[in-house]
């Protein structure tokens, strides 16, 4: 299986995204969760992460709590979106395990630079500041990570936390900055992806009759998590941004892609936080980015429910 570390600020649709993981055990590994402020503070984002574990019984997943606020400004967070303790509407079990001593930070240096060059994914479910800062710490764990594959970013639909930003980069944008300007491999699930795989009532009640409590527990948060957006959907499906990165870790043929070079832009006040992305080689920059454009809902939802379904 694929050995990934997924850094983390659950959050309603990274805990789909860490449950899609854990129930595919047979193509990725899940050898430990970083966490990140972003959603809601550090604490609770680490206490969440934990109890995701506790609902999959996989408590033996280390959890190693990181930055508490970006890089160079404050935390932004989104408690309108996912409630005040981040994981609203559902009533996951209470943690048995505490997180670890290490930091994210040294945790992830420590890690990759110990693992054989190749190997290691990263999943970057939040802003990237844990990221960017062990990168900075230890420069040369940049070629050795595999790829990083990130919920973030976006171009044909703007932005969700700024008219250019999505919210992930627009929480840190100089953490994005160094991430996607360091020549690491990086595939960018971006909301003009995220925004064409969308839950619908139905979708969740077929995860809710797979009949297990994770599942349920699950189709609850799903409920909670499709109440925003009214303003801006049509009808009752809703975007689950992160867990698209699972997807394409598993199915990455169900996605459109293209390669890009993309810069995250941190000079501007009107588009602080954006990634620019070079769709159509204007610049001649190297191609530093695969930006995913659009997922096959049908195959990725089912996918989805199966493996929460099997927790
Ligand atoms: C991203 O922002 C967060 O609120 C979600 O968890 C997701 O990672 C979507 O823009
Ligand atoms: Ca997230």
């Given at each position: 299986a694929r050995k990934i570390i997924i850094d983390t600020d659950p959050g309603q649709d990274d805990a789909f995204a860490i449950l899609f993981a854990l129930g595919s055990p047979e193509e990725l590994d899940v050898i430990g969760i970083t966490t990140v402020g972003g959603n809601v503070p550090l604490a609770r984002t680490t206490t969440n992460a934990l109890k995701v574990l506790e609902l999959a019984q996989r408590p033996d997943i280390p959890v190693y709590a990181g930055c508490p606020g970006p890089t160079v400004r404050k935390l932004i967070t989104a408690e309108n979106i996912h409630g005040e303790t981040g994981l609203d509407g559902a009533d996951f079990p209470e943690p048995t395990t505490a997180a670890q001593s290490e930091h994210a930070v040294n945790y992830l240096v420590r890690t990759i630079m110990a693992a054989p060059e190749g190997e290691l994914t990263v999943c970057t479910l939040g802003p990237m500041t844990n990221l960017a800062m062990a990168m900075t710490m230890e420069p040369r764990i940049i070629p050795r990570i595999r790829e990083v594959v990130s919920m973030g970013g976006g171009f044909f639909?703007?932005?969700?936390?700024?008219p250019a930003a999505e919210f992930n980069i627009f929480v840190d944008p100089h953490a994005a900055h160094k991430v996607y300007a360091s020549c690491v491999p990086i595939t960018m699930a971006g909301i003009d992806c995220t925004y064409t795989a969308q839950m619908t009532p139905g979708w969740i009640n077929s995860l809710r009759d797979t009949g297990s409590r994770t599942a349920t527990e699950a189709a609850n948060l799903a409920d909670f998590f499709r109440i925003y957006g009214s303003h801006k959907f049509p009808t009752e499906a809703r975007p689950i941004h992160d867990a698209c990165v699972t997807g394409y870790l598993l199915k990455p043929e169900i996605f459109e892609q293209r390669q890009c070079h993309v810069t995250v832009d941190?000079?501007?006040?009107?588009?602080?936080?954006?990634?620019?992305?070079?769709w159509w080689h204007v610049?001649?920059?190297?191609?530093n980015c695969n930006v995913l454009r659009r997922i096959d809902p049908e195959p990725f939802f089912a996918l989805m429910a199966e493996r929460i379904g099997s927790l």
């Amino acid at each position: 299986a694929r050995k990934i570390i997924i850094d983390t600020d659950p959050g309603q649709d990274d805990a789909f995204a860490i449950l899609f993981a854990l129930g595919s055990p047979e193509e990725l590994d899940v050898i430990g969760i970083t966490t990140v402020g972003g959603n809601v503070p550090l604490a609770r984002t680490t206490t969440n992460a934990l109890k995701v574990l506790e609902l999959a019984q996989r408590p033996d997943i280390p959890v190693y709590a990181g930055c508490p606020g970006p890089t160079v400004r404050k935390l932004i967070t989104a408690e309108n979106i996912h409630g005040e303790t981040g994981l609203d509407g559902a009533d996951f079990p209470e943690p048995t395990t505490a997180a670890q001593s290490e930091h994210a930070v040294n945790y992830l240096v420590r890690t990759i630079m110990a693992a054989p060059e190749g190997e290691l994914t990263v999943c970057t479910l939040g802003p990237m500041t844990n990221l960017a800062m062990a990168m900075t710490m230890e420069p040369r764990i940049i070629p050795r990570i595999r790829e990083v594959v990130s919920m973030g970013g976006g171009f044909f639909e703007g932005g969700n936390a700024t008219p250019a930003a999505e919210f992930n980069i627009f929480v840190d944008p100089h953490a994005a900055h160094k991430v996607y300007a360091s020549c690491v491999p990086i595939t960018m699930a971006g909301i003009d992806c995220t925004y064409t795989a969308q839950m619908t009532p139905g979708w969740i009640n077929s995860l809710r009759d797979t009949g297990s409590r994770t599942a349920t527990e699950a189709a609850n948060l799903a409920d909670f998590f499709r109440i925003y957006g009214s303003h801006k959907f049509p009808t009752e499906a809703r975007p689950i941004h992160d867990a698209c990165v699972t997807g394409y870790l598993l199915k990455p043929e169900i996605f459109e892609q293209r390669q890009c070079h993309v810069t995250v832009d941190i000079s501007s006040p009107v588009t602080i936080g954006m990634t620019v992305v070079d769709w159509w080689h204007v610049t001649g920059q190297e191609r530093n980015c695969n930006v995913l454009r659009r997922i096959d809902p049908e195959p990725f939802f089912a996918l989805m429910a199966e493996r929460i379904g099997s927790l």
